[in-house]
């Protein structure tokens, strides 16, 4: 039996993205209905096919942006390029600032969230102060929340556009603290993303508690303090915190 946390701990940082709101699913709809309405099917096989070409070329893109490699605009322009290229029709950057925009509305309206969001929150919030911390994009995280029905479960959000730097920077915890008013010993960070969270909350001197449903292997080559508990379902923490 897994023991209850220190009462040490006052306050949460949690991510959004693939923690709380179901950033895969929500996006995919999101690409689907595009791709519909823009009839990309003239230039790709299938959905599908427009899909397998997207994904993987939009998680490098994210991780070099975590890493500070690439700015917010390459990442926004070459994930829509990428898979329009490599099928022999590359696109204007009018083009793909057209599409992004479209896409992040579409994305914005989106409700699906990770199970057990709503349920774990109602019972964390009163026992902690919880604060939403994102690499996201500031114009549609907040509508984002809201469309899912999670600002009320919120004390507040920290963004890394805000902060000027992204998770695993310390830098950005460091701006949560002032922001939340909470100390690194009375925090916990939790999220999906090792690189993102937990190597970050290591960088930041925070707690962690690693989501992950997909039951993905530590990194071999990982130097982040492990966290204090790996989850697969958000319902867990209930008790625990």
């Known amino acids: ?25 929500n996006n995919c709809e999101s690409l689907t ?18 899909l397998n070409s997207f994904w993987p070329h939009n998680d490098f893109l994210w991780s070099e942006y975590r890493h500070g490699r690439i700015n917010k605009d390459q990442l926004t322009l070459s994930r829509f390029q990428h898979p329009f290229t490599e099928a022999g029709h590359p696109l204007t950057t009018a083009q793909i600032e057209d599409i992004n ?23 964390l919030h009163g026992k902690y102060a919880i604060y939403i911390l994102s690499n996201g994009f500031r114009e549609v995280q907040q509508r984002k929340m809201d469309a899912a029905g999670l600002t009320p479960h919120v004390d507040g959000m920290v963004l890394s556009e805000d902060a000027g730097i992204n998770k ?14 909470y100390s690194p010993e009375a925090c916990i960070m939790i ?47 209930i008790g625990y915190l």
């Open 33 to 50: 209905e595009l791709y519909t309405a823009l009839n990309w099917g003239q230039y790709f096989v299938s959905c599908e096919a427009f």
């Open 1 to 25: 039996m897994i023991k209850p946390h220190s009462p040490a701990y006052k306050c949460l940082f949690i991510d959004l993205d693939d923690t709380l709101w179901a950033t895969y699913e």
């Open 168 to 181: 695993p920077h310390k830098e950005i915890f460091d701006y949560a603290f002032e922001v939340s008013g």
């Open 191 to 237: 999220g999906d993303s090792w690189d993102a969270d937990i190597e970050g909350a290591s960088n930041g001197g925070v707690s962690s508690i690693w989501y992950n449903p997909k039951h993905n292997a530590i990194p071999a080559d990982t130097t982040a303090r492990h966290p204090i508990r790996t989850i697969t379902h958000l319902t867990e923490l």
């Open 101 to 123: 925009s479209r896409f992040l509305n579409l994305c914005a309206q989106k409700r699906g969230i990770c199970p057990g969001a709503i349920e774990v929150l109602e019972y």
